[in-house]
């Protein structure tokens, strides 16, 4: 008995140390990821100065939004939600007013520009008939959407 214990240990041991072989193998043949490469300076320029040039298309974008506005209609991606509902009964005129622009950060989706300050005032009827004019400011105006990179430009898609 043994022998044959010997080499049934033996015969074990082969196995293991064939199936250690045969994993180390299979995990050295995956696909290892590329290494991440490091940003040349260049590419950290171009990525701010597209940065840049996204910040002031934004800004344009949203200096057109106040001028838009109207008590009838709030122009669409323009990130602006006045709760006007509860007090007004009707509005007769908005006038908004850019306190700080939204800072834009890029992202792998798109952009988002977040911490702007805007300030509503609100003129009409309120809900018991009489006049009523109120200011609503927020300190955490955003706004998100797509951007599309075409060489030196960029096109923003505010929603």
Known sequence: MRRRAAWSLGIIALVLLLAGIAVWWWQSSLDQPAPVASRS???????TD?????QQELDDHLESCIVDATAEVLPEGCGLRIPWGTEFAAVDRVRLRID??????????????????????VTGT??????RTETYRTESWSVRGDITREGSSVALDVW
């Open 41 to 47: 300076p260049s590419s950290v320029a171009t990525e």
């Open 50 to 54: 597209m940065r840049d040039v996204a």
């Open 100 to 121: 700080r622009l939204p800072v834009l950060e890029l992202t792998e989706e798109g952009f988002v520009a977040d911490d702007g300050v805007l300030v509503a005032t």
């Open 126 to 131: 309120g809900q018991n008939g009489s006049p």
